[in-house]
């Protein structure tokens, strides 16, 4: 092995080394910057919400780049533990995605009116918030075709709880839509429940009496106008999975400001029907 083969591989093995010092350092820097966003982003929505904790805020994309060229890929919050009147405490996804802002909007964490391509929202309510707003407190949330953990996206659902009245949970099969704005919960079908009020058992809806169905249906009957929910505008689109009954709201080529990532509080007013 001649001296200059030596040479050149401790060359070959310096210049490596100096490339992932370099990239290792352009990572550490990326991540530092973006923690610092990050955090600013939080604490400004956590005094402007009055939110009891930070919110978790996470800054999508490399960083550094994203810093200078001020195309943000998407900046998404996630506020769990919410307090929403009417119904207790529940969680809300907001992302802005792909939107234009100044590197000194970026690190300081705050921005107005920036271009967005797209802004939405999502409201995820368990069993517990949902109960609670139906008077409910052992409401089950499932997938209608899919009952399964993982079940896909559906827009009805098997509701299961014990009506205000009874001694028995009944299981009534509801259709989830969106009229103007508002949230309806359709009631379609018993399944099952009590076959009367002093029941403390569940019979197949062949053996309720058609009276007794029609007043478990009205049990698991809600509307909610769109002030009722911690969301800054209207929902667009409402579907369970998981568990959960999850209303969203959407805007595209519209300006949003880092406010618009908070909870929207809202007001004890009901209409249901």
């Given at each position: 092995m001649t001296e200059s083969f030596i040479d050149r591989h401790r060359t070959v093995v310096r210049s490596i080394v100096a490339l992932c010092c370099v990239v290792g350092l352009a990572v550490l820097a990326d991540f530092g910057a973006c923690m610092v966003a990050e955090y600013r982003i939080a604490r400004q929505l956590r005094t402007e919400a009055n939110l009891p904790t930070d919110p978790k805020v996470q800054v999508h994309g490399f960083f550094v780049s994203q810093y200078f060229t001020g195309n943000i890929r998407a900046i998404t919050v996630r506020t769990t533990d919410l307090n929403a009147e009417g119904f207790g405490l529940v969680s809300v996804t907001s992302s802005a995605e792909h939107l234009k802002i100044t590197p000194k909007q970026l690190l300081s964490g705050k921005y107005d009116h920036a271009p967005t391509k797209s802004y939405h929202s999502t409201l995820r309510l368990d069993g517990v918030a949902l109960g609670k707003r139906l008077g409910m407190t052992d409401l089950i949330i499932a997938n209608h075709k899919d009952m399964s953990p993982l079940g896909q996206w559906e827009t009805e659902a098997d509701l299961t709880g014990t009506v205000d009245g009874f001694e028995a949970p009944a299981t009534v099969h509801v259709r989830l839509r969106i009229d103007n704005g508002d949230v309806w919960l359709l009631p379609e079908s018993v399944i099952s429940g009590p076959v009367d009020h002093k029941s403390d058992v569940e019979a197949p809806a062949t053996e309720i009496p058609a009276d007794v169905?029609?007043?478990?249906?009205?049990?698991?009957?809600?509307?909610?106008?769109?002030?009722?929910?911690?969301?800054?505008?209207?929902?667009?689109?409402?579907?369970?999975?998981?568990?959960?009954?999850?209303?969203?709201?959407?805007?595209?080529?519209?300006?949003?400001?880092?406010?618009?990532?908070?909870?929207?509080?809202?007001?004890d007013e009901t209409k249901d029907q």
């Open positions: 169905q029609k007043e478990l249906m009205e049990g698991f009957k809600l509307t909610l106008i769109p002030g009722l929910l911690p969301l800054r505008t209207p929902p667009t689109r409402i579907y369970v999975t998981g568990g959960m009954v999850n209303i969203q709201t959407e805007e595209l080529w519209t300006k949003t400001s880092v406010s618009d990532l908070a909870p929207q509080s809202n007001d």
